[in-house]
């Protein structure tokens, strides 16, 4: 439609008001086709299976080429020869690829974030170090919130090439503790100590309670206590099971030890 109104206008050798008349025309109902355009992109979005946090990444690609064809359009019923600045514009986007490799290497990240979806938003998740919370997956960056509040953006080229960590996917997590206690303490004591501790709220009662004797060290023996709970519970259990186990030691006489030295002195 828009390249029809161009020839005509051009045809009937219109002056350049009319032919700006046009333009203008034009770049108003392409406005209005964009938006709407973006809003049935934004609708299929919301009903897709997509994460959240992909909708702004592909929202601002869909709209950036929108808007430059748009712009293109306008500036060949204008009559300015577009093949030039197409040319003009290849050239110049190979020159900004090659200066801007880092960014280019980042947003094609992103699109493989979304194609692999190795996280949704909302996730708690390990990547490149840092722990924290899926806030989005942008053009560039992906953001994570810490435990502690802060917002962490981390390249989405170095995501990509990263190990990830992803604690929230399967729904469960097992608390894995590691507890020292004196050589003097007998071990089947310690164990069914350690197994009255770990019988807290929140730990799934469809898997056992693993308790058993680690490791023998310098100054104690180290016993493995394991036990298995929902993503949302893994710290409340783990928090509540480490207290019940001192309190459980105290209360049996269970000596956890810790690196001594003794110093003998010869006259």
């Known amino acids: 439609m828009w390249e029809a109104i161009k020839n005509w206008a051009m045809n009937q050798g219109l002056s350049l008001a009319t032919r700006v008349l046009v333009a203008v025309t034009i770049l108003v109902v392409g406005i209005l086709i964009c938006k709407i355009i ?45 093949t030039g600045i197409v040319a003009l514009a290849s050239v110049a986007t190979l020159a900004i690829s090659l200066a801007l490799q880092d960014l280019l290497g980042n947003v094609i990240g992103g699109f493989t974030l979304l194609y692999t979806d190795p996280f949704s938003s909302g996730d708690y998740v390990e990547i490149a170090g840092q722990s924290g919370t899926v806030k989005e997956v942008g053009i560039a960056y992906t953001k994570l919130v810490t435990p ?12 990509v090439a990263a190990e990830i960590v992803n604690y929230t996917v399967l729904g469960t997590r097992r608390v894995d503790i590691v507890v ?13 100590a350690l197994m009255e501790a770990a019988k807290v709220e929140g730990i799934l009662e469809d898997k056992d309670i693993y308790v058993s004797l680690g490791s023998y060290g310098d100054h104690a023996i180290s016993y493995n206590v394991r036990v298995w709970t929902k993503t949302d519970n893994y710290w409340p259990v783990h928090r509540e099971i480490t207290h019940r186990i001192k309190d459980i030691f105290e209360q049996q006489g269970i000596e956890m030890t810790y690196p001594h030295l003794n110093v003998h002195i010869e006259k």
């Open 38 to 82: 973006l809003r049935v992109v934004n609708a299929a979005l919301k009903r897709s299976k997509l994460d959240p946090a992909a909708y702004s990444l592909i929202r601002t690609v869909i709209k950036t080429i929108l808007y430059v064809l748009l712009a293109l359009i306008v500036a060949s019923a204008l009559g300015i020869d577009v």
């Open 180 to 192: 020292s206690a004196s050589y003097d303490a007998p071990v089947s004591k310690v164990e069914a």
């Open 148 to 159: 502690d509040n802060k917002l962490v953006s981390i390249p989405n080229s170095a995501v």
